[in-house]
T-cell receptor
């Protein structure tokens, strides 16, 4: 069982549509991050959130950390083919040391023209 | 800017053979990590290091050993390869402290036959 559950596992949408990816846990996290991974490459950090209720925007991407710091969401507005990739959430539990990031299994997003 | 460099990129081993994966970073990061990525299971932490000369076990350490003799290098060894170790291996590094994300290498695809 994954500590961080991501949903959906797979998402296929048309260019211009909006999408939301969820990352949920029963544990409290001191920080949570989102990464995007393209085929044959390592994940690339998109954002870090550390405060409950925090909202961060990165161009068309909006990230939110839940008030209780147990969940997060990633919303993409007007998706483009360049947004295609595997989106991973990762976090450090409040009870763990800094080095122990836990990763979700990922959400594969495909945006077709 | 090289970031995190992993060698080799691909390798095929026979069951029982040994090998070492090399990870080098040029960002003066304190923390370094080895993960494996398998379909549907996300990234799982094998071993990590919080500084030169120190190592610690992660979630799935069995069958692997690591060494961090120099701050910039983190080596992952497979003592006697097994088919269950077929995976994509990622090295990552980060600065110490809350809120810093990982910088990942581009991965090593290992097949054990």
């Amino acid at each position: 069982t994954q500590l961080l559950e991501q949903s959906p596992q797979f998402l296929s949408i048309q260019e211009g549509e909006n999408l939301t990816v969820y990352c949920n846990s029963s544990s409290v996290f001191s920080s949570l991050q989102w990464y995007r991974q393209e085929p044959g490459e390592g994940p690339v950090l998109l954002v870090t959130v550390v405060t409950g209720g925090e909202v961060k925007k990165l161009k068309r991407l909006t990230f939110q950390f839940g008030d209780a710091r147990k969940d997060s969401s990633l919303h993409i507005t007007a998706a483009q083919p360049g947004d295609t990739g595997l989106y991973l959430c990762a976090g450090v539990r409040a009870t763990d040391s800094w080095g122990k990031f836990q990763f979700g299994a990922g959400t594969q997003v495909v945006v077709t023209p | 800017n090289a970031g995190v460099t992993q060698t080799p990129k691909f390798r095929v081993l026979k069951t029982g053979q040994s090998m070492t994966l090399l990870c080098a970073q040029d960002m003066n990061h304190e923390y370094m990590y080895w993960y494996r990525q398998d379909p549907g299971m996300g990234l799982r932490l094998i071993h990590y290091s919080v500084g030169e000369g120190t190592t610690a076990k992660g979630e799935v350490p069995d069958g692997y050993n690591v060494s961090r003799l120099k701050k910039q290098n983190f080596l992952l060894g497979l003592e006697s390869a097994a088919p269950s170790q077929t995976s994509v291996y990622f090295c990552a590094s980060s600065s110490a402290g809350t809120g810093y994300g990982y910088t990942f290498g581009s991965g090593t695809r290992l097949t054990v036959v």
